[in-house]
Nanobody
Framework: QVQLVESGGGLVQVGGSLRLSCAAS????????VGWFRQAPGKEREFVAA????????YYADSVKGRFAISRDSDKYMAYLQMNSLKPEDTAVYYC???????????????????WGQGTQVTISS
């Protein structure tokens, strides 16, 4: 069992940066891949970024590639999403999720994740 709690969201101007954190409980966290997803009002939840259980592989949505960076520190039961050059379209509730994922094509699929946090709001003002 893994519990996830996101933090670090807030209001920032266009072009600014935020670092989201995902704190995990559960000694098996290091065996799970971690994904970040987001959901804007009136839109479906979408994939943002993911990192493999061993940090070897990272994956990004095209919309955030080059601006966002996902990382993890399994010893500290933490995962992070560094977000730079933020745009108004990045406004959404951001969720971290954990799942036992080993196939690259599965990382962007929210149905492959077993545990989810409650989300943190990110708002970009223009």
């Amino acid at each position: 069992q893994v519990q996830l709690v996101e933090s670090g969201g807030g209001l920032v101007q266009v072009g600014g940066s935020l670092r989201l954190s995902c704190a995990a409980s559960g000694r098996t966290f290091s065996t799970y891949a971690v994904g970040w997803f987001r959901q804007a009002p009136g839109k479906e939840r979408e994939f943002v970024a993911a990192i493999s259980w061993n940090s070897v592989y990272t994956y990004y949505a095209d919309s955030v590639k080059g601006r966002f960076a996902i990382s993890r520190d399994s010893d500290k039961y933490m995962a992070y999403l560094q977000m730079n050059s933020l745009k108004p379209e990045d406004t959404a509730v951001y969720y971290c999720a954990a799942g036992r994922i080993y196939v690259s094509s599965n990382y962007p699929k929210d149905t492959k994740y077993d545990y989810w946090g409650q989300g943190t709001q990110v708002t970009i003002s223009s």
